[in-house]
């Protein structure tokens, strides 16, 4: 059983940065494909960004150019660097493994989730 935990999530102005961790135990770092979700206040869980044992990553194109996507396999550990925040990415965000070697963008196609953390972004 694969236990990932969330941190990093705060209050930001617009146009502010914030970086999330997502720390990963109980499993082979290497046999997942790890992905970021968040969800809005009365919206769906959304995909957001993922990244592949080798470093592989795909955006949503809401994020692409703002947000980074990364991991580190020595600390079984993935990051979101989030810069250029707007209002319309207050959400919880959610840290999801996959037990696949490919992109996985769909929430369904992942085994794992974390219990995600709170992004506000103020006007």
């Known amino acids: 059983q694969v236990q990932l935990v969330e941190s990093g999530g705060g209050l930001v102005q617009a146009g502010g940065s914030l970086r999330l961790s997502c720390a990963a135990s109980?499993?082979?770092?290497?046999?997942?494909?790890m992905g970021w979700f968040r969800q809005a206040p009365g919206k769906e869980r959304e995909f957001v960004a993922t990244?592949?044992?080798?470093?592989?990553?795909y955006y949503a194109d809401s994020v692409k150019g703002r947000f980074t996507i990364s991991r580190d396999n020595a600390k079984n550990t993935q990051y979101l660097q989030m810069n250029s925040l707007k209002p319309e990415d207050t959400a919880v965000y959610y840290c999801?493994?996959?037990?696949?070697?490919?992109?996985?963008?769909?929430?369904?196609?992942?085994?794992?989730w974390g219990q995600g953390t709170q992004v506000t972004v103020s006007s």
């Open positions: 999801a493994a996959a037990r696949r070697q490919w992109i996985v963008v769909g929430a369904g196609q992942y085994d794992y």
């Open positions: 109980g499993g082979t770092f290497s046999n997942y494909v």
């Open positions: 990244i592949t044992w080798t470093g592989i990553t």
